[in-house]
């Protein structure tokens, strides 16, 4: 551990990047993907589990937060790792794309984002300077500039207008941070599907001399070759010394390939959310618990793997519990999901150190395509 936030790049295998984030609360192996803890849990499972499945490093969110339990009442009980019980570092998303997915009556303007609670219909203004506050009320590790990312499809003209927006959010966002050692304020590289103005955005944002970068406007229900596009135009240009963060990506086979393009950070709520609809992630590829195929199937998910939830409970259970919508369904499933997308994320940086990382990239491929046994 270290006072100050320092990442290294231990080794590369094509533009894949082994690397790892040193921080005062632990060190993030990278690859990395971060378990989504919105409302200040990771849902269905208790953080000892998640740390327990190798994870460095979990996401909340600004926006959830800040209407409820509140930024200050958070910081008075001791900050969002005394309160959710999570020692390691925490990484937040700064709020304005959950206000543009969840929030009624919105209005962007270049002081910041105007917007109505889902909540309890309460109205709030948040600028680049309040998430930054926000997010120091936390006690955030990472913290996430104030953006804005259009919904797609939209004009050229309006990709380019919140990416302007973002940059000078970016900007203030950076001031706003100041100088705190042992903690990061990372911009995010905004341009649509739209490759110069994803290159104007990673060039402006690499002038501000950031602690990392995230890639945003992406995994917004564009075809995955639009997403691995923008990647193939953006990391190049992103400093290679710094972390490459992309934002809710993804699935197993989304992962492999943005690491194949340099992605070093993913969080996404899939494994999470799956598993609170049946759905288990294994290297046979997805199995649908619901399917009534499993009824009898006194098979676990996987004999072989390190995970109770993964190795001790036969398909049957699981569809059983899954049926009768039982709470332990979902509990499992997310426990399976979790340690599956962790043991990938450990498969990966073993791959990467070897120099195989393509060979093995095909291998667990073929081991979805191949199927349920
Ligand atoms: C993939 C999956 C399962 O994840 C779900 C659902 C729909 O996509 C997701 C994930 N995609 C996603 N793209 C993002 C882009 C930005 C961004 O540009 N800026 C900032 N500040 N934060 C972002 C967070 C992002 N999350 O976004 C919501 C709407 C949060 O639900 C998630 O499909």
Redesign the pocket.
């Known amino acids: 551990m270290t006072e100050t936030f320092q990442f290294r790049v231990l080794a590369t295998d094509g533009n894949a990047r082994r690397g790892e984030i040193s921080m005062p609360r632990g060190t993030i192996r990278t690859p990395a993907f971060m378990p989504v803890g919105t409302g200040g849990t990771v849902k269905a499972m208790y953080m000892g589990q998640v740390r327990g499945l190798g994870a460095d490093i979990i996401l909340g969110n600004t926006y959830h937060l800040m209407l409820r339990p509140g930024a200050e009442r958070v910081a008075r009980l001791g900050g969002l790792h005394t309160f959710s019980r999570w020692s390691g570092p925490i990484l937040t998303?700064?709020?304005?794309?959950?206000v543009m997915?969840l929030s009624g009556l919105r209005k962007i303007t270049e002081q910041g984002v105007k917007f109505r609670s889902h909540v309890d219909g309460r109205v709030f203004e948040m600028s680049p300077e309040r998430s930054i506050e926000i997010q120091g009320l936390l006690d955030s590790d990472i913290q996430?500039q104030l953006?804005e990312?259009v919904k797609l499809p939209a004009t050229l003209k309006e990709i380019e207008k919140a990416m302007e927006l973002s940059i000078r959010w970016a900007e203030r966002c950076k001031v706003a941070f100041g100088d705190q050692p042992g903690k990061a304020m990372f911009g995010?590289v905004?341009g649509g599907d739209n490759v110069n103005l994803r290159l104007r955005s990673a060039e402006a944002l690499k002038a501000l001399d950031l602690k990392g970068y995230?890639v945003?406007?992406?995994?917004?229900?564009e075809p995955q070759h639009v997403m691995l596009e923008m990647l193939e135009a953006t990391c190049p240009v992103l400093p290679e010394c710094k972390p490459r963060y992309l934002?809710?990506?993804?699935t197993p086979d989304d992962i492999l390939k943005s690491v194949a393009r340099g992605i070093d950070m993913f969080d996404?709520?899939?494994p999470t959310?799956a598993g609170r609809h049946g759905l288990a992630f294994t290297r046979y590829g997805k199995i649908n618990l619901k399917n009534a195929r499993h009824a009898d199937d006194h098979r676990p998910l996987d004999e072989e793997s390190e995970c109770p939830a993964t190795r001790d409970y036969s398909r049957a259970y699981l569809h059983h519990l899954v049926k009768s919508n039982e709470l332990l369904g979902a509990m499992l499933l997310t426990w399976n999901n979790l340690a599956y997308y962790q043991s990938l994320m450990q498969d990966i940086r073993t791959a990467i150190e070897a120099g195989r990382f393509a060979d093995r990239s095909a291998e667990i491929q073929e081991g979805w395509e191949r199927g349920d046994i």
């Not at 998303?93 to 959950?98: H, K, N, P, V, Y």
């Open positions: 998303d700064s709020g304005g794309f959950q997915s996430i953006d990312c995010i905004q995230a945003g406007g992406l995994a917004v229900g934002m809710g990506v993804g996404c709520v899939m959310r």
